[in-house]
């Protein structure tokens, strides 16, 4: 089975034209048993082992400059430090998230460390970024802008979805254990890869409580 998702997954970071339309006319049970099961150790996957984690051609950089329409909806519960990639209400793939040290409760001002929720736009990717690569997301919008104004404060921005800070190591396993960003959500450097590989710029994400 682990030879089965790995080739699915891989033929749909390829990206030929041909690739894709066979993807789309992968029948919904099939789809769903190659990319939701979970995946049984394999070596050549090992991070750690390979001694790299990220730049791997298996998430090629170049890949977002053409839509997949692979993911329409990503969905994150800050409670569980889960985000869900959707696509027709079904889930597709799952990924363990970092957040700040607060957590809980909505964003409301600049500089309150507190990660937004509600339903936005992952709307453009920032290939230098200081926590490896980030997508966008489109906060604050009109209602954060004017219930932050009635605090008198600003709603501040730039909230992120990225990957890991700078270290002398590669892999930083440790440092996603704890909630650590500044109200972004925070991905494994290979996660941030697979993510931006299979997210097009301009779908909606939606941050739960």
């Known amino acids: ?48 082992k390979l001694g790299q984690t990220y ?8 890949s977002y400059a053409v839509h997949k329409n692979l993911v329409d909806h ?15 209400n079904n889930v597709i793939k799952k990924y363990w998230i970092a957040l700040s040290d607060r957590p809980v409760g909505k964003k409301q001002y600049e500089g309150d460390r ?10 453009y990717i920032k290939e230098r970024s200081n926590y490896y690569r980030a997508f966008h997301i489109s906060y604050p919008n009109e209602n954060d802008i004017l ?5 008198g404060m600003k709603p501040g921005g730039m ?5 890991q800070p700078p270290s002398k190591g590669e892999y930083q396993e440790t440092v996603q254990r704890t ?14 890869d697979e993510f931006i ?8 994400i939606t941050i739960l409580p």
């Open 179 to 192: 909630n650590w960003t500044n109200g972004c959500i925070a991905l494994l450097n290979p996660d941030i």
């Open 1 to 48: 089975m682990k030879f089965l998702v790995y080739s699915i997954f891989l033929t749909i970071l390829s990206f030929s034209a041909n690739s894709y339309a066979a993807w789309q006319n992968l029948p919904n049970h099939l789809l769903a048993q190659a990319v939701c099961e979970d995946v049984v150790y394999d070596e050549d996957f090992d991070y750690q």
């Open 55 to 62: 730049g791997l051609n298996i998430f090629p950089h170049n």
């Open 114 to 123: 507190r990660t937004p929720e509600g339903t936005y736009t992952l709307d």
């Open 147 to 151: 219930n932050a104004r009635k605090m």
């Open 197 to 204: 590989s299979l997210v097009d710029v301009g779908t909606k």
């Open 159 to 163: 909230i992120m979805i990225h990957g």
């Open 74 to 88: 990503v969905i994150v519960y800050k409670s569980h430090h889960q985000m869900l990639l959707m696509r027709n």
